[in-house]
């Protein structure tokens, strides 16, 4: 270590195949939880989530929606609000997350941004999304674009998330969908089928092993300097 003398050594750990796959795997089916971005009557975000649903039932996931009616807007009400808590007790249930919003002005909708908002990234010690898979989709009104989903790929790295490599993207989002409001067999059905199976490959892959993937340096470092401060302090 002479050529890092800026490194705590007793920080310092060696990642090794042996640590990455030390514990194993649970048996337990992938708990996945799923939000949309609107509250028309007949949302095609929640209709697109609703097939995804049935997808990763189908391999062997456990998913669950949440249904942002009556969610109050982010600092209007306090945590102990019903819809919040609601919320975030299905956020620290999952492993993993969809998030599919439908795109307005060439952005992610108020109310997919207000149900991520209301997810804080700490709850008491626990961080409720480090670690956890996510998948993105987004459904257009008109031709095929990507502006909600390269925003939620922002906000799913800012709340420290593993977000998967495919996407969904479904343009004219109105013609996709049939009278009994299922999808209809497309290319675009079939990427969600790639997108979902994606989702739960990785979610078995992390989900037992996330913790050791985000223990860090620093915060092992920040943690050692303040159990010293409380140690020297009590020696006072």
């Not at 004219?172 to 089928?193: C, H, Q, T, W």
Request: proline share 6%.
């Amino acid at each position: 270590m002479k050529d890092l003398p800026n490194l705590d050594n007793d920080c310092f750990q060696v990642p090794t195949t042996e640590n990455v796959f030390r514990d194993q795997p649970s048996t337990h089916k992938p708990r996945i939880l799923l939000l949309y971005g609107s509250l028309r009557q007949r949302s095609f975000s929640r209709l697109a989530v609703e097939e995804a649903a049935r997808l990763l039932e189908a391999m062997g996931a456990e998913p669950r929606i949440f249904h942002a009616d009556g969610l109050p807007l982010p600092d209007s009400e306090d945590a102990s609000h019903p819809k919040v808590k609601e919320l975030r007790d299905l956020v620290t249930w999952s492993e993993g997350m969809v998030w599919c919003s439908p795109e307005r002005h060439g952005a992610m909708t108020g109310i997919m941004k207000a149900q991520i908002d209301w997810i804080p990234l700490s709850l008491g010690a626990v961080r409720p999304t480090q670690g956890k898979t996510l998948a993105v989709m987004q459904v257009c009104g008109g031709s095929q674009s990507f502006n909600a989903v390269n925003q939620l790929r922002v906000l799913g790295r800012w709340m420290r998330m593993l977000t998967i490599p495919n996407q969904s993207s479904v343009p004219k989002a109105f013609l996709e969908f049939d009278e009994n409001d299922r999808m209809k067999p497309s290319g675009f059905y079939d990427r969600i089928v790639d997108v979902m199976e994606e989702l739960v490959k990785f979610t078995l892959l992390t989900r037992d092993r996330s913790d050791y993937l985000t223990d860090r340096y620093s915060e092992r470092k920040e943690s050692a300097e303040e159990l010293m401060k409380r140690v020297n302090q009590r020696s006072m």
